[in-house]
């Protein structure tokens, strides 16, 4: 907040699951409280200058803003678009601007792109790291889950049995993300209640079954598994340009071209859950 009301543009980063849209998303009621229109970013920051108005008081959001489509971000000039803008909203009092990045993908950007060190780009940037979360506030973002949650009472009560809940709150691989799962009364519809103490431990220990379930348990678009198929059955690698040639052959012939299915949207749904991206 100190960095929006000083300078307007704040870039929040972390890693994968450590709660960057959460943050995001509450910053942005926070405004919308205090009567901003609200507009976010799907695709490309050009959406904007449609809605931009002077006039008004706004706030725009672009989640993950170079997630999707690295490369083309930065051979296309969009780097330096996002930076015009960047300074355009530093100057306008009745303006914010949030974006969110994964910290090795706003790195990269920085190492490629000589117009964010050149703008100096790090004043907006709020990174989000495991670290940074206190044991207390661990233990909120804990009880939070368990409070909203829709497991049973039995279940519910295997966390506080001999304070079960502080294995939770003080191990190495707490995370948000694991935290919203463990929680989650669907991931565990087939388990007993005096199995699921095990099973939360599991998961501690374990956290890429998280995403196995994920998988198995088709949390996630049809078209999103095909295309995680595909890229194990390609060896566990595909390059870019054929990855957004099979997913659109793949639209075509198998979701009758669903607008909703786009290339960018079923990688962003994917990088840093079901898949990595490299870049190099």
């Given at each position: 907040?100190?960095?929006l ?5 704040v ?11 959460t ?6 009621l ?8 609200f ?10 200058e ?11 959001y672009f989640d ?8 083309e ?25 949030i ?17 964010f ?16 979360i206190t ?11 368990i ?22 709150i ?15 009364n669907?991931?565990f ?7 699921y ?15 196995s ?5 088709h ?8 295309v ?10 595909i ?22 299915y ?15 991206k490299?870049?190099?």
């Amino acid at each position: 907040l100190e960095k929006l009301e000083t300078i307007h543009v704040v870039i929040i980063s972390g890693i994968p699951g450590i709660g960057k849209t959460t943050l995001a998303e509450n910053l942005v009621l926070y405004y919308e409280n205090k009567e901003y229109e609200f507009f976010s970013i799907e695709n490309s920051i050009n959406e904007i200058e449609s809605v931009y108005d002077s006039e008004k008081k706004q706030i725009f959001y672009f989640d993950d803003f170079l997630g999707s489509t690295f490369l083309e971000a930065i051979e296309g000039n969009t780097d330096a678009r996002i930076l015009s803008f960047i300074y355009r909203i530093s100057k306008d009092e009745n303006k914010r601007f949030i974006l969110t990045s994964r910290t090795n993908i706003l790195n990269r950007g920085k190492f490629l792109s000589t117009k964010f060190s050149d703008r100096n780009i790090d004043q907006n940037e709020f990174e989000l790291r495991i670290e940074d979360i206190t044991r207390w506030e661990k233990a909120k973002i804990l009880y939070n889950h368990i409070y909203f949650t829709n497991l049973s009472s039995e279940m519910i009560e295997e966390l506080y049995t001999d304070k079960r809940y502080k294995v939770i709150i003080d191990h190495p691989n707490f995370n948000p993300r694991i935290i919203s799962f463990i929680t989650n009364n669907s991931n565990f519809i087939n388990v007993n209640p005096n199995e699921y103490w095990d099973q939360v431990l599991q998961s501690l220990e374990h956290p890429e079954q998280i995403w196995s379930k994920v998988f198995e348990n088709h949390q996630i678009d049809g078209i999103s598994i095909d295309v995680v198929v595909a890229i194990v059955l390609s060896g566990g690698s595909i390059n870019e340009n054929a990855l957004m040639y099979f997913i659109n052959r793949l639209n075509e012939k198998r979701y009758g071209n669903n607008a909703k299915y786009t290339f960018n949207y079923i990688v962003k749904n994917l990088c840093g859950s079901l898949l990595n991206k490299n870049r190099d």
